[in-house]
């Protein structure tokens, strides 16, 4: 183990180049990638890498970097690739097609604006516009949580009650091109951590074809198959985490986290870097005496609707802080968990952030102030119009 | 098709009456193949009751199907607006665009009295208790579209064609339908529809019959592997052998070489049999019908190669000289076979017919006597051939092997006609093979002088003595027997040699080799000459002869030759008369008739046949061995004469051999004897081939040979190769058509499926 | 004449026992690719190879599931990633050191139009694929539109007038990445194809064929004549029939006799061709420019003779 002073997108690179050569014994690494802001440092680190039995394909787009993927996992590899906005989104078919295959590809996202116009910045609107085809994902707030979580991505994708792909995301800059240090494991525990990837359904020498016509009733019976392999990714994240304590002495992130939560009345709910900060606001707020605590949901997809619910119960006020918009609706999270608060209690949606605005506790407690008096929830709001 | 959707649920303005009896809402289901038209049928069906101002709804059941995969389509009818979204599953009207869909998932949820209209070119009758309990209607949608050329020899579009039965069926007349297609823009259809009007045959329903019960709706789908156990292998099952109504079936047809061999060789089978196993099996099998191949492979004059197809490509088959290959490199003799009751039979005349006679005969185990006038067996094989053509070897040869199955011979017997009485009371059959009589004269002032004389006499004395000449010579006639002499006599020592023809150098019954070779010798031919005076005192010394022009075409074809006034004369010191022989038999005895190869005495029939150029005058070798074949056969059958091939189809045309298959390679010409000096030389002029090669280039028209083109060819690897040939796997074969299409030799053909014998 | 064609291979011992592509598939009767992939068969033989079949008819014709058509493992890709979903199951085969050919099935829409940045980038790289494009010039799965690869004059549902722009010449684009083995197949000849089917299979590097696929649904032609129009293409000049090799040498393997008869006889099969009444003389004048063309990069008039 050691420390090492890295961006997250370094992180990412590095955590799934230990992961790659983790399977060298097994059927090896291949992982196409392509290049795009702010994703770009990434893929970078990873062609730097030297990796037994592994192979990085410098591909002509992102759709064929996720082809690329697809073939690697279909072959029976591990396999690792990252992107961006609109590269996720010309990945998107692909994407879909590795969840429907059953295809344990693991994507690291620096969440960034969708465009044109073109905008650099994070956003978490390019990840969430896959959010109902089969792809796990997971939402990161430092680059240690980060790191973990990729590393932990292949186990989770890989496990055969899983088997699906998993996106890891973090926002664009914020942080992505975050430096900070990052507990790095070695090469030994990394292969304890990770068995060999093993896809049942990989092609080998019997003719058997992956991806061929349904019928309709077959396709309702695999898409009924594939989402009860989701909603059994928090038991098997559950063990995993154990596992990550056994092999590398430290705790690896919940799929939700609680913050000053179990006395609050009004409950700040948000994904990635917003998570934290709201954890600042709290505090701003509880030293005024207010009864405020923090949820910060890591997992999205499957929405661990248990654990917001537990934490939604009780509550009277709960803001859910989106840095997203499904347009025509408002904040994703928040449409997505409103009924899952207690009767009575309102939920209002705020949108924050989005097209890489700063995000900062000040913010957030203004928020607040417009929630405090609402009897019941108004439409959902843009944090400049709060 | 643009029409107004009514905007509220009233019937919109008809343009066609609603026809009488007809029940709304009503349900109408079809079942078709990818390409045939299905969807469109309904759409047409849904047109054609729009016209009549009810609402409509149709749609197909998309899959993901392809040319020839079954098909559903549907149609709802009704006064008011249709909201129903679901497939049709109780059709009141269902109708069946082939009949190979047939099955119980097509008649699933099909109440009693339910129209079904099924295309089929079986006769109602051929369904008789299967459909009772529907009102039943089939016509023959296919051919009538096939005729009417709608759509693809293998994909024919029936809808248009079904429509029109089906609006029969609906009891529409016929002006509706005239209407109809005029305004659905389907006027060129219409013949067609007209055609199904009036051909569909309808049987109404025997209403006490009850109808199965339908099958719930909502039944539980097949088990679902999950995507992540699915690594094994699960063959495809779809039989594919029910998308078509054709089977592409093996099927010999006749070479046009075979049909053409007057001697009834099979000609393919040896060619196909020297390629692929040497002469030994070429010669057992050219030895079923020929008894002379030395001969005929030398002095044929090979119809078979004026058949050749070929010879429309790239040259025929040298198959004389393959004939003369197998003959001259194989040692096979025959053995005869065993007849328990023997035959005793008398053959009069050693000639090719007698020897051909008296060959099928022995090798069946019959016995056998040739009665030949001359000292040797052989006939004008003997005596009128030179032996530069064909050397007594060969000749030899031949005859030792028909004389090896017991055949007796008594040569230098002459029969005269009291003798024909007695053969004819002695044996149990005489066949009489006596060829032609006297040669014919020429009507011609000075045919006395010395030194004009019968060529066949010519030739027979060179062949027995020897002969010296000296001066020219001038030979009249055209035929082989004129070349013959020609060539002979410069062989003898004639200076110069001149064939005098009354037709034209083309016209010249000759082989075309031999006048060729002729000419290469130095002999001249001088067309359109007819000798009208032979000049001398005592012995010839010049012929006058006329010249004569073309007039019109006679019988046979050939223009008439009609001699003019214009003479000029030739210096000779020698004239050859070769001017062919009568067909009168000389030895028939008093009051016996000849009919149709056989003897009669008044109404008496006698145990006596005919064959060769006494029966038939064709003049050739070969048509001398086949008649004198088809004697004994009908000896045997105690028939008047036995046929080949009697109702043979037609023989291979060029067109229907696939010319790409084949390399262009040039025929393999027969070596040839250096031309030195040529007075005394009888040696074989013709060397033969050098080796069999030229079997290769056999098209084996009609007869499979094993080459592979069919099973490579074949889009779905159906055709499989078994141990006599191939086998189509008709459960799965699509029925395209490509292995026929491909087959290089038109040994394969597409039937239908419900052809007699044909086993899908 | 080569009796029994393929020197009597095919069904032996020398072939491949299980069929590559199995009857009881829902391609039409008489396709090309069905044919291709007969042809293929024998060519693979006892190798080891799996497919990659884009969005195309193939993928339709592999069967529905959990059932297989083709006899060998395969992938199904979206339409745009054969290539690069190739690479992946390739590179993944090198590294574990197995001797696997990795084949993509390809139509014209997956590979001149959709597919063309990924299969550029694919022969950019040389990855290790054999890349078999099976050219009916027409989008056969939805229905029969027109792609880059629809000759001039033919109608399709969306060029009801007859397509106005000529065919993408692929194999000189393919020649023009410099891979190690691009080649023109005609199916009407058959010892040309199975040489080489093999020796692409035998190369190392990214290799393409371009098989002229006759379609009987798109081409409104006789099923059964398939074959004897991709000849008279073959004849007629219209497609020509060569090997290049590195990018560099040009060899034309049938030389045409650019009949105009021929040319004419393929127009009149195919009623695709009906409408805009194109005729030999129309065509003539490119395909002696291509020819011109060709006979400069193969330099030599007279082709060698090829073994088969």
Redesign the interface.
Known sequence: MTVELLSANHGAALAATLAARANRKG??F?S?VYPITPSTECMEYLCQQKIE???V?????E???????????????R?FTATSSNGLAYMF??CI?AA???LPVVIAVANRTLGPPWNIWADHSDALTLRDHGLIQFYCADNQELFDTVLSAFRLAED?RV?MPAMVNMEGFILSHTVAQTNIPDQAQVDDFLPLTDI????????????????P??TE??RW??HNAMLDVPKVYAEIQKEFEGVFGRSLHDIVVPYRADDAETLIVSMGTIGVTAERAVDMLRAEGKRVGSLRVRLFRPLPTDAIRAHYAGKKRIAVIDRNISLGLGGILWSETRALADPGAVVQSYMAGLGGGDVRPEHIVKMLGDLEPRKIAGPPAMMEAV | MERKIPADSSIAAASIPLPAGLTLPLEVRVHGRGGQGGVTCAKLIAALFTEMGLFVQTFGDYGSERSGAPVQAYTRVDRVAIKNRNKVYRPDHLIVLDEGLMGAQVLEGVAPGSLLLLNTNASPGSFAGRFERYRFGTIDATAIAREQGIGSTAVVIINTTILGAYARLLGLPLSVLEKAYTSLGLGGDLAAAKHAYEQVRVSEAVREIEAPAVSAAGAPPPAVAAMLGHSRDFPATLKTGSWSNQVPVYSEHPAPCNLACPAGNDVVGFIQALKNNGAEEAAAILLRTQPLPSVCGRVCPAPCMQACNRGAFDGAVNIRSLERWIADHSTLKPTPQIDEHPLHVAVIGGGPAGLSAAYQLALRGHSVTIYEASPALGGVLRNGIPAFRLPQEALSRDIDRILKLGVEARCGSRVSKADLDRLAHDFDAVIACVGFGSALDLEAKGGGLDGVEQGLAFLDRVKRSGEKLKGNVVVVGGGNTAIDCARTALRCGAASVKIVYRRSRADMPAIAEEIEDAGHEGVEIVPYRQPVEFLGSGAVSGVVVAEVEAGPPDASGRRRPVVTSRTSSLACDKVLLALGQKSEIELMPDGWKMKDGRAWLGERLLPVWFAGDCSTGDGTVTHAIGSGRLAALAVLNGCDAAQDGAGAADPVAPGQIRFSHFDVTPSHKDGQLPPAALAGNFQEVNLGLKGPEEAQRCFSCGHCTHCDTCLISCPDGVIVRIADGYRVDGEYCKGCGMCVAECPRNAMTMQDKNHKGVRV | MNEPALCGMAQTELDRAEPLFRKGNTNCGGCGMSITLQMLRHAVAQRQVQFIVPACCGAVAGGAFPQSTFGVPTLMTTFACAPAAASGIASVAALNGEDLRTIILAGDGGTFDIGFASLSAAAERNEDILYICYDNEIYGNTGGQRSSATPAGAVTTNTPEGKVEQKKDILAILAAHRIPYAASVSLAHAEDTLRKMRYALDQKGFRFLHVLSPCPTGWKSEPALGLELVRLAVRSGLFPVYEIFDGKRHVVNIEPDFSDEALNMYLSLQRRFQKSGLTAADLRPAIDRYWQNLRSLSGRIVPARRDA
């Open positions: 059927r090896g291949c196409g039995k592994g192979r394909i410098k591909v002509e787009s759709h064929s970097a996720m082809g690329v993927c697809i073939g690697a996992a279909a072959a029976g590899a396999s078919e692909n097609a429907m295959l059953r055969k088997m049942p359904h990989r092609l080998g020498d019997v003719p058997h074809t992956l991806g061929q016509i349904e019928v009733h077959q019976v695999h198959q594939h």
